[in-house]
């Protein structure tokens, strides 16, 4: 994926460019592009696994009406860790922290950030990958290994989200 920053970067307005040259001033609005940049990057990864958890409950329906009762425990465990995920990308501190926030981010810990969401990104392909799985399972001898490869996925990407919140507090 492009990087966001740059992109964002690129589309300031020459007044913002002219400010930009001001001492102290350009460290400021780099900072805040930055921010918009995180709440870009972080708006996306909670729309697109937004739409897998969509998906996910699609899914619960078929396999309601194709008789496959004794699986939607392991479907409903799947689309709980996908919401808990997404309310926690949403609730998460910015990558950038403004002069009295409590918790300070600084430079270089922004880079680990961005390192974090840009593989939580990814990983969207991994989960709509092991949702079609399952989509393909149903009524399938198949289908109890495709819930637990979801649920592993999606427990993957609780852990790695929680691993960026260190980044914040170390």
């Given at each position: 994926?492009?990087?966001?920053?740059?992109?964002?970067?690129?589309?300031?307005?020459?007044?913002?460019?002219?400010?930009?040259?001001?001492?102290?001033?350009?460290?400021?609005?780099?900072?805040?592009?930055?921010?918009?940049?995180?709440?870009?990057?972080?708006?996306?990864?909670?729309?697109?696994?937004?739409?897998?958890?969509?998906?996910?409950?699609?899914?619960?329906?078929?396999?309601?009406?194709?008789?496959?009762?004794?699986?939607?425990?392991?479907?409903?465990?799947?689309?709980?860790?996908?919401?808990?995920?997404?309310?926690?990308?949403?609730?998460?501190?910015?990558?950038?922290?403004?002069?009295?926030?409590?918790?300070?981010?600084?430079?270089?810990?922004?880079?680990?950030?961005?390192?974090?969401?840009?593989?939580?990104?990814?990983?969207?392909?991994?989960?709509?990958?092991?949702?079609?799985?399952?989509?393909?399972?149903?009524?399938?001898?198949?289908?109890?290994?495709?819930?637990?490869?979801?649920?592993?996925i999606v427990a993957d990407c609780n852990t790695t989200f929680e691993r960026r919140k260190e980044v914040l507090l170390s």
């Amino acid at each position: 994926m492009a990087d966001l920053f740059q992109k964002i970067t690129d589309a300031k307005s020459l007044v913002e460019k002219i400010a930009g040259k001001i001492p102290g001033f350009g460290g400021y609005l780099e900072k805040e592009t930055r921010r918009d940049a995180d709440k870009l990057l972080r708006d996306t990864i909670v729309n697109r696994y937004g739409e897998q958890l969509s998906r996910v409950s699609t899914l619960q329906t078929q396999l309601i009406s194709s008789g496959g009762i004794e699986h939607i425990d392991d479907l409903q465990d799947a689309a709980t860790r996908m919401q808990r995920f997404i309310d926690m990308v949403k609730t998460a501190a910015y990558g950038y922290s403004g002069f009295l926030d409590a918790v300070k981010v600084k430079e270089d810990e922004l880079a680990k950030l961005y390192t974090f969401d840009n593989m939580l990104l990814e990983n969207v392909a991994k989960v709509a990958s092991a949702v079609d799985n399952i989509e393909a399972s149903i009524g399938s001898d198949g289908l109890p290994a495709a819930l637990r490869n979801l649920v592993t996925i999606v427990a993957d990407c609780n852990t790695t989200f929680e691993r960026r919140k260190e980044v914040l507090l170390s």
